[in-house]
């Protein structure tokens, strides 16, 4: 520990490139988005399936986000994104490789839940602007918030910068203004990566757990990638098939349907002057279902409640 303590002061080797730690910082912005865009497609395929992951995406982001960046801070003491280029976090000023429980547990607050929270937030303020711009009222404390927000957001954008600079300047050992606050830096992650044969799995030297963990490691990895190459197809080339929405499955047959197929559901005959129900879809004969509505206002098949103004004409070959 002595011989590596004398590389504490400042260490060009020990310290990554700007490049590194911004693809890090890049990576993890792009999870939001890209898994977002699966969800919507999964959501536009298979609506009555997925279509409450899009109403509750945050909170299943906020959940996914957690497990993950809870996995990687307490196994390799950084987030997924700086463990996938080889980085950790580690405390300012004191000796090399340490990362309390505390640095721990703010960051995971930074890395999950701050995202979560602004998020939602910027939320709300995009909709009582909105409401603002629709000339709904709005109370004097919302107001405030909302032509205070482009300020602060513009400060925080030219500190970020301002820590880029003088990162790369070598005048600062950190470059993202939160870790500063919570005084940590990254390095190179020094741990020996576990690594083992084939030959030895089929020894049994080789716990489960330890497969198994290191196969979701990898899994990870790979996704973070594909991920991230999605986000570029879809910034670049534009022409992704999941930028174009497939159509969702027709809506499934009524029961009653096949029964009364190409009939009046009231004189059971061949319908005069075809008429559907918009509320429920069913064709009936013009004259049956007036009359029908008239004493009781349901679809006489569904029992949904209708009235003439739910009546269409339907045109069909047989119109003379
Ligand atoms: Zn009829």
């Known amino acids: 520990m002595a011989a590596k303590g004398a590389h504490i002061t400042q260490n060009e080797e020990i310290k990554p490139s700007l490049f590194e730690v911004l693809a890090a910082d890049a990576l993890d912005t792009t999870f939001y988005p890209a898994i977002r865009r699966v969800v919507d497609f999964l959501a536009a395929a298979k609506p009555t399936v997925f279509g409450r992951c899009v109403q509750f995406y945050d909170e299943l982001y906020l959940l996914f986000n957690g497990l993950v960046q809870g996995y990687y801070l307490q196994r390799y003491g950084g987030s997924l994104a700086e463990v996938f280029y080889g980085l950790t ?24 839940v701050l995202p979560y929270v602004l998020r939602k937030l910027e939320n709300l303020i995009t909709r009582w602007r909105d409401d603002l711009e629709n000339g709904k009222p709005v109370s004097a404390e919302r107001k405030a918030l909302v032509r205070v927000m482009p ?18 300047a070598g005048a600062s050992t950190v470059h993202s203004p939160l870790l500063r606050l919570l005084r940590l830096s990254l ?14 799995v089929f020894q049994g030297k080789v716990r489960i757990a330890t497969m198994l963990s290191t196969a979701l490691l990898r899994w990870l990895e790979l996704s973070a990638f594909f991920l991230q190459f999605i986000e570029w ?40 002057i075809p008429t559907a129900i918009s509320v429920s879809g069913y064709v009936y004969c013009y004259r049956c279902i007036v009359v029908h509505l008239q004493k009781e206002s349901k679809c006489p098949v569904t029992k949904y409640p209708a009235t003439i103004n739910d009546l269409i004409r339907v045109y069909t070959d047989d119109d003379s």
Not at 94 to 105: D, L, P, Q
Not at 187 to 193: D, K, L, M, Q, R
Not at 247 to 257: C, R, T
């Open 89 to 112: 976090r580690q405390s300012m000023g004191r000796s090399e490789g340490t990362f309390t429980v505390r640095e721990r547990n703010l960051s995971f607050v930074m890395l999950v």
């Open 151 to 168: 300020f602060v957001k513009a400060v925080y954008e030219s500190v970020k910068l301002v820590h880029y600079v003088s990162y790369l």
């Open 187 to 200: 390095t190179y992650h020094a741990e020996e990566e576990e690594s083992w044969s084939l030959s030895e």
């Open 233 to 272: 197809w879809q910034t670049e080339a534009n022409i992704g098939d999941l930028s174009k929405l497939p159509i969702p499955d027709a809506p499934e047959l009524d029961i009653n349907a096949a029964k009364y197929a190409g009939i009046c559901p009231v004189c059971l005959q061949k319908p005069i």
